[in-house]
């Protein structure tokens, strides 16, 4: 699901006072976004910006999302950015391997960031016997194979002109 605002400006306030690794992008506090950053380094602190808290956060890179995935499964731990908290877990993330962009997930992970092939099959995939298409693909992700409209997701050029809260449009098969 997405990760809102209030979730990685929580995730912020936990491990990355000084952010070393770069988890705070400044497009999180323009019109698109919804966190600031505000103190020195060293005693960065991240809030919200009214009410964009349950909008999904955008400016995330792929290793963003994997440190954040990491801070899930070490169980959300206050501390700098390390072993403990942002660079193993799910993922063992070391220089090298994000130079070479060999990481992996790790066995018995329990949060992780969808493969392309994974959030595919979850925006797309809906079995046949579970009223989905003949051939168990949607040609949109929104359950249907008519083109969507505003009210069912946000588009371009239907869309609202920004991010919607989520939990804004229905679920599809897998919730």
Do not use: C
Request: aromatic share 14%; hydrophobic share 35%.
């Amino acid at each position: 699901t997405e990760v809102t605002n209030a979730q990685y400006a929580e995730f912020l306030n936990s491990v990355a006072w000084d952010d070393t690794n770069s988890l705070y992008n400044l497009g999180m506090g323009g019109s698109f976004g919804g966190i600031t950053r505000s103190g020195p380094i060293g005693a960065f602190s991240y809030s919200t910006v009214s009410g964009r808290e349950n909008h999904p956060v955008n400016f995330v890179s792929f290793w963003d999302a994997a440190r954040f995935a990491n801070w899930l499964h070490n169980g959300q731990p206050f501390g700098p950015q390390d072993n403990t908290t942002t660079e193993n877990g799910a993922y063992t993330l070391t220089p090298a391997g994000i130079a070479a962009n060999s990481v992996t997930r790790n066995a018995n992970w329990q949060w992780a960031v969808s493969s392309s092939d994974e959030w595919y099959k979850a925006a797309y995939h809906q079995p046949a016997s579970q009223g989905g298409d003949a051939d168990d693909y949607w040609l949109y992700p929104t359950s249907s194979n008519t083109a969507p409209t505003g009210g069912q997701a946000n588009y371009v050029p239907a869309g609202i002109g920004n991010t919607a809260a989520v939990g804004s449009y229905a679920a599809n098969y897998y919730g």
